[in-house]
Structure formats: structure tokens, C-alpha cells
């Protein structure tokens, strides 16, 4: 590739096809990006997952494999992880029907990782949550002997990905963290859909973090009206930004 480039970086959309829409309009109004990478979790936990893989699909230069992803494909098999009774098993299958058979063929063929190169010696590195697994965090706030394990393989000097849903991004070494958190269900108090547009530029990456106004209550709204399983708990969720509560 070559030095000079723009970077649009998502993750986490969780089926919200209102925010996702918000968000790619904001991108549209940054002006062209030489590459739109989605991080993974698209569809799982919101009440437009066909048409929000379909947008995603669009849009998207690059779709990556989130947990989520894996879930709904069967390469993770939920079922082990989580009680009988769990409501995201009634949500799966729900979601899966939705999806249908050709749809969930793509969702089951995702890459793990993308790397960027614009410069010699200088990449970019974009996965899911971590780039040794699909489920393990890189929290803001955990402590550096937590994240160094995680980050050992990058093999970057920007290190790019979502699954926490709280944007932020935090030096570990010469590695620079940089989680674009989630472009449909935020978990930082902040209901805004987040993306990050990432640059290179004369040797050097920079990001910028933004945060996008859409209309939350009717988000919330749809995921009751959809009739997916506990849309009533994520339509809460949803509205508080917050992990708990």
C-alpha cells in the first residue's frame, strides 16, 4: 500500500441498523477512506440482523469473526458456555432464522485478523477483542502485566479492535491501543454510536474517536416491537450504556 491513507474502523454493531446507519452517514460526511474495516459482533442482539449484515456487507471492505459471529455460526459452540435455560440460546436461534442459510454461510467465513502496511515497517493490526482469541478483553483500565499477554503477537505499531463497547486508546510500549468500541450498543454511559477514523500520514498514524446523535428511543423501540427473545432487558441495556443495570 502506499503511505498516504484513511481508515474507517467499527465494531460491534449488534444488529442496531439505526445507529449503523447513523455512523456510515457521519463517515460519508468526513469525506473518502481508502478502507471501511468492521471489527466483528455484527448481528447478535439487535432486532435487524439480516439487514444490518446486509448494510454491513455494502459497506464494508473488511468484515472480521467476532464472538458473536461465532456464536451464530456454530464454531462456538454457546451451548457449553452458558446454562440451558440461558435466553441467548432462544436469541440465537431467533437470529439464525432471520439471517437464513446463505447469510449465515458468509457469517461462518470471517477473517480473524487484517493488517495494514501503508509504509514499510509500519502496520496497523485489526481484530476482534485480542489478536490471540475472540473472547478475552483488553480492558482500559487493566493493568499492563493483564494486556501485555494479549498483545504479544500483534506485530504493529497500532494495535486496532472492539469488544469492550468503551472507546479509548492507551500506549503500551511502542504498541498504541485503540479500541473503537461499538457502533451499536455502547456500554460507557454514552448512548452515542462511536467509529474511528484512522489516518497515516507522513510516517506517523493518527486516530480520531467520534460519536454519532441518532434516536435511541426508537432503537430501544425496535428491539421490543421485533419480538426477539428479551428484546425488553437489551431495549433497557441499550438505553442505559452500561454494562450493569
Not at 456487507?57 to 446454562?83: P, W
Amino acid at each position: 500500500m502506499l503511505a498516504g491513507m484513511r481508515i474507517a474502523a467499527l465494531s460491534d454493531v449488534h444488529g442496531n441498523l439505526r445507529a449503523l446507519e447513523a455512523v456510515f452517514a457521519d463517515v460519508d460526511r468526513q469525506g473518502s477512506f481508502d478502507l471501511v474495516v468492521a471489527g466483528g459482533d455484527h448481528v447478535f442482539k439487535g432486532p435487524f440482523p439480516a439487514e444490518t449484515w446486509d448494510l454491513l456487507h455494502d459497506r464494508a471492505d473488511a468484515l472480521l469473526e467476532g464472538n458473536t459471529d461465532a456464536y451464530l455460526s456454530g464454531r462456538i459452540d454457546l451451548r457449553s458456555m452458558l446454562k440451558p435455560d440461558h435466553w441467548k440460546h432462544a436469541l440465537v436461534d431467533w437470529t439464525r432464522e432471520r439471517l437464513g442459510a446463505s447469510r449465515l454461510g458468509r457469517l461462518g467465513g470471517l477473517a480473524f485478523e487484517l493488517a495494514c502496511e501503508p509504509q514499510r515497517g509500519r502496520r496497523a493490526r485489526f481484530v476482534h477483542a485480542n489478536p490471540k482469541n475472540l473472547e478475552d478483553s483488553i480492558d482500559p483500565d487493566a493493568p499492563r502485566h493483564v494486556v501485555a499477554p494479549l498483545c504479544e503477537q500483534a506485530d504493529a505499531d497500532l494495535l486496532v479492535f472492539g469488544h469492550v463497547h468503551i472507546p479509548y486508546v492507551r500506549k503500551l510500549g511502542d504498541l498504541t491501543l485503540c479500541d473503537v468500541a461499538s457502533a451499536g450498543n455502547p456500554k460507557d454511559g454514552d448512548v452515542r454510536p462511536a467509529w474511528t477514523a484512522i489516518t497515516f500520514d507522513q510516517g506517523r498514524w493518527s486516530v480520531e474517536q467520534r460519536r454519532v446523535d441518532y434516536d435511541v428511543d426508537k432503537a430501544a423501540r425496535d428491539h421490543v416491537q421485533s419480538g426477539m427473545p428479551a428484546g425488553e432487558k437489551l431495549a433497557h441495556r441499550l438505553k442505559r450504556a452500561r454494562y450493569h443495570g
